[in-house]
Structure formats: structure tokens, C-alpha cells
């Protein structure tokens, strides 16, 4: 019998938050990588979006103890937050995230139609590419993730991702957060480490 093993995947977490109206006309945005980006990095400490923080914390929370079942004595908590601006014509370049374990974005205004998928390739070199007749989660190069309103994604923060081109008038804005951990990480001799001193 034939046995398959998704071994060590990099696991993406999909869902839908009930977005309420929010005031993006005050935000200040600042030149970015192929886009902009907010000038303020703590978007989700203003109180506009404290409704939003608690709906991005919950599905935070469901995907590291529930999906990834990591020890509850192991703290995740948002480190930074902004929003991303992508106007038509505009992309994002490729990257990943530095001192942040996972990642996340949440789509705040876009047109579906105007894409600006969001693309994610692996960090894996591969020696040889070889052609496939059909793609899938086994042999794939690639996974795209179509920008609508109140989806949002999250995923560990070294999975090399960016943004296509965008091509719509209305304007495509993300609110992007990183994370980290505390207190107890590891209890295990040897990989032992706990970050609030006790």
C-alpha cells in the first residue's frame, strides 16, 4: 500500500474575520519596496483597531496551540503591525520576515479582480526542476493566496512570500504583524530556554 508524508510542510493558516469600518484616510504611508508601508509599525495599538487585534490574536492563538499544538506555557504575542499600500501597477518584492516566528496579513480594501495575489515560493533549493503535467501540493514551485476583504493568512515568518502586480484602481491595503514568543519555550534538557527570568 502506498503511503504519502507531507514531511516537515510549512503550514499556512486561512480564515475570514467580520471586518467593522475603519478610518484608513489618516494613516500616514511612507515609500516601501515596490508599494508603501504605514510610517507607524504598532498599527493594531490604535484604538480604531483594537476589535481587529482581538479577532487576529484569536486565530493566532488557534493556529499555534491548536494547529501547531504548541504547550500553552509558551506565550505568542504580536511584536509589530503595520499596513501595506499597493496601488495599480504596483508589486511587492520578495521576502521574508527577520525576528519574527510566524507572520500574518489581513486584507483591509482590495479588488479581487485587480489580484495582487499574494505568493508564496519555498526556501528549499531545488537541484533539479523538472516539468510537471499537473501541480499540486506535492511537486508545486509556488502557492498564491487571491486578496479578499477580511481574509486573513498566517505562516511561518522565513517562508519567502511577495505581492504580484496589482492592477486595479481601487487600492489593495493589508495589515501585516509579526510575533514572538515568551515564558516558557522549551523544557527540554538541552533545548531549555525560558525568556521571562523564571
Not at 5 to 17: C, E, V
Not at 26 to 35: A, D, H, R
Not at 64 to 75: D, I, P, S
Request: hydrophobic letters at 35%; charged letters at 20%.
Amino acid at each position: 500500500m502506498t503511503t504519502l508524508i507531507p514531511l516537515f510542510p510549512s503550514t499556512l493558516y486561512m480564515d475570514t474575520i467580520e471586518l467593522d469600518p475603519i478610518d484608513l484616510n489618516n494613516v500616514e504611508f511612507i515609500k516601501n519596496v515596490g508599494n508603501l508601508g504605514s510610517k507607524d509599525v504598532n498599527i493594531l495599538e490604535q484604538e480604531q483597531f483594537h476589535k481587529l487585534h482581538d479577532s487576529i490574536n484569536k486565530h493566532l492563538r488557534n493556529y499555534f496551540y491548536k494547529v501547531l499544538r504548541a504547550n500553552h506555557q509558551t506565550e505568542i504575542y504580536i511584536t509589530e503591525s503595520w499596513l501595506n499600500k499597493t496601488v495599480k501597477g504596483q508589486t511587492h518584492h520578495l521576502h521574508n520576515h527577520p525576528n519574527s516566528i510566524f507572520s500574518g496579513v489581513v486584507f483591509l480594501e482590495c479588488d479581487p479582480k485587480g489580484r495582487g495575489e499574494l505568493r508564496f515560493q519555498p526556501n528549499k533549493f531545488n537541484q533539479i526542476e523538472y516539468e510537471v503535467y499537473e501541480p499540486n501540493e506535492w511537486n508545486g514551485r509556488g502557492f498564491f493566496v487571491n486578496p479578499e476583504v477580511g481574509k486573513i493568512v498566517i505562516f511561518p515568518s522565513d517562508l519567502l512570500h511577495m505581492v504580484d502586480e496589482y492592477k486595479s484602481d481601487t487600492p489593495r491595503i493589508s495589515l501585516a504583524f509579526n510575533t514572538f514568543v515568551n515564558n516558557v519555550v522549551n523544557k527540554t534538557r538541552t533545548a531549555r530556554l525560558t525568556l521571562n527570568g523564571t
